[in-house]
């Protein structure tokens, strides 16, 4: 794989219009409270990726994936998952009863954990054979979704009604249940579509044919 100086113009450019999402979408968000939440994983992510660029550089397979899963997050955060756009428009499209946006949101937080968690899992030699590192990622990918789910709760109980844009539930009793599913979805899509392209991409790291659970062409 590229070195991070080889693939420079590109990681600047998505960490540029990553900043650039940011800046405009908390110039004048929906809630600015709401916006902070939504978008705190961004702002976590960002020094962590810059931090950790030398010493363990990621594919540019999850670069990418990392910037469009921002991007879905820092929509959410500027308008709330339930006036997004985008969502308006497809819930007018095909008849829904709710804005979809969110449901975007939570099949992207299965899809790309899923992918970092294989990376990490594969590079560091944790776990070996295609189908368990698959169930490995997926089960994280829950995890992760069940642990969001859980900080969705912590917050309404401190704020209270102030919460109810960022849970964003719409009314929808089994908000919860769908948001994990949907997960369960994007983390099952990343296994069986990205695998070998991953795979390619590891090969470049240096990790060993033996330590990639799949056939690398």
Request: charged share 15%; net charge neutral.
């Amino acid at each position: 794989m590229p070195s991070t100086t080889d693939r420079a113009p590109l990681l600047i450019g998505l960490l540029l219009a990553t900043l650039l999402a940011l800046a405009v979408s908390g110039w004048r968000p929906y809630d600015r409270a709401t916006w902070l939440l939504e978008v705190a994983p961004v702002l976590i992510a960002i020094p962590v990726l810059v931090a950790t660029r030398e010493r363990f550089a990621l594919t540019t397979l999850l670069y990418v994936l990392i910037f469009l899963h921002a991007l879905v997050l820092i929509g959410g955060g500027a308008y709330t998952y339930a006036r997004v756009p985008l969502g308006a428009w497809v819930q007018e499209w095909f008849g829904l009863a709710r804005n979809p946006y969110d449901k975007l949101g939570h099949f992207m937080q299965g899809f790309v954990p899923a992918l970092i968690a294989r990376e990490i899992l594969i590079r560091g030699d944790f776990v070996r054979g295609r189908r368990m590192t698959a169930f490995v990622c997926v089960c994280i990918a829950l995890a992760i979704s069940a642990c969001y789910e859980l900080i969705e709760w912590w917050a309404a109980l401190l704020m209270g009604q102030g919460a109810d844009e960022f849970l964003g539930t719409q009314g929808d009793p089994w908000d919860t249940q769908s948001d994990m599913f949907l997960a369960l979805i994007g983390s099952s899509t990343a296994m069986a579509m990205l695998t070998r392209l991953h795979d390619r991409q590891l090969a470049r790291t240096g990790t060993t044919r033996a330590s990639v659970p799949s056939v690398v062409e």
